[in-house]
């Protein structure tokens, strides 16, 4: 990854941005990965961003769900 | 007056066709999630609509697809089926199974499932109908071990089908079996983890006459054909003459684009003319056989009329090698799809956004250059558009 931006950094910050918009909008996937390259520029890219959902699910902080689309939630 | 429960199910078992209504009575014997179902399901009957609630947040620990959320929306009148989630295997290529691991999965499904099983749904997975929330890391698990993954769901890679190609059929162009397999193992992140901006459908078919209907299902179908000549055994065509076939009404006539002649004794077939279509082989395929240079047509974006109505898929490429490692296929792959996640909206199919932004567009995004094939009908307008040609007009002072 350029510079210092970790996953795990790009994972925090997808999880705020599902946290604060519980209940008022729904991310998909994709939304969270364009999100945080508005966010970092060319520091990150759209692997990156993959990666950092990847993780975001392993840790079990955010869940998949369906509703027509894919979206990204908190985890109950 | 019947005293049966489920009296308007019961007429569903009436006609001499295999009913739905007959298997799940037959499995309610031994479970109470098949025994409910057939309440809700006759309520649903009664009442003129679902009892089902579709969606929500179902799957297993780091996957987003294979498991399709059912809950009932009357739980109490029917525990059994309050969750009644769907699972869907990843089929082995071709369907091909031995009878070994058709009972691994039916074991697996008797012990935590209803026992109910859609062979194959209409993706092609292996689809396990009626799992409790509860149950589904441990079916998983147990897929998992015994080597069985789950197929796609929601807006990822759906599992990849193909027809039984060159394992059974003759007439296969490439091993759909093995770029099937190449695909599934290539795209897992694809598959498991929702990230497009709707689902995606891969289906090989051997040759133009297409078992797998890709060519209305898939958003990206790769159809066997060939580029040099149809090859003929003179003598077995005689003998389909002698045998009584009609061959100037069975098949020259029926030819597309009449491209045949028979004169009695030999048969000529125009090659340049002929779009492969396959009746001619299909009415005498002892005699008739596809070239020998053989690859695929790939041909992009059909879907069913889910969000708009149905699109038949349209030539991308009008032929291609089809060898492993499959780079050039990947490549075109890769592209369409960065396209379609930069352009694309929610729930928006990859055959609807072409058709929203243009096809000449696309091409040119996708760095494909327009072909004669690329057209509505054979013989008909082009509907997409050459630029030189407006450079043309202009310098000319026309138009």
Known sequence: MADEITVEQLADDMYDLVKKA???????????????????????????GKEAIKLLMDSERCVYSYAGGSFVELAK | MSDSKTPLLDELEKGPWPSFVKEIKKAARTSRKAKDLLGQLELSYKDKKTHWKHGGIVGVRGYGGGII?????????????????????????????????L???????????????????????????????????????????????????????????????????????????????DLTMAYQDELHRP????????????????????????????????????????????EYAEKGLDIQSDAIRRCPTRCMKWDGNTLKINDHQCTRCMHCINVMPKALRPGTDTGAVILIGAKAPIVQGAILSSVLVPFMKIEPPYEELKDLIEKIWEFWDEHGVARERIGELIQRVGLGNFLEAIDIEPSPQMITQPRDNPYIFYEEYYAEEKEGGEA
């Open chain 2, 195 to 238: 990230l497009f901006p709707y689902k995606w459908k891969f289906k090989m078919a051997g040759c133009p006459n297409d078992c797998v209907a890709s060519i209305a299902r898939a958003d990206f179908s790769i159809i066997g054909t060939w580029r040099d000549e149809i090859r003929i055994d003179q003598a077995a065509v005689a």
């Open chain 1, 22 to 48: 519980e209940g008022k909008k729904k991310y998909k996937p994709n939304d969270l990965i364009k999100e945080v390259i508005t966010k970092y520029g060319d520091k990150v890219d759209k692997k990156d």
């Open chain 2, 69 to 101: 959320g059912r809950f009932s929306d009357v739980p109490e009148e029917f525990p059994g089926a309050a969750h009644f989630h769907t699972v869907r295997v990843n089929q082995p290529s071709g369907w091909f199974y031995t009878t070994d691991a």
């Open chain 2, 103 to 181: 009972r691994q999965l039916c074991d697996i499904w008797d012990k935590y499932g209803s026992g109910l099983t859609n062979m194959h749904g209409s993706t092609g997975d292996t689809v396990f109908l009626g799992a409790g929330s509860d149950e589904l890391e441990d079916i998983f698990t147990e897929l998992s071990k015994a080597e069985w993954d789950l197929g796609g769901s929601g807006s990822d890679v759906r599992t990849p089908s193909c027809c039984v190609g060159p394992a059974r059929c003759e007439f296969a162009c490439y091993d759909t079996l093995a770029l099937t397999y």
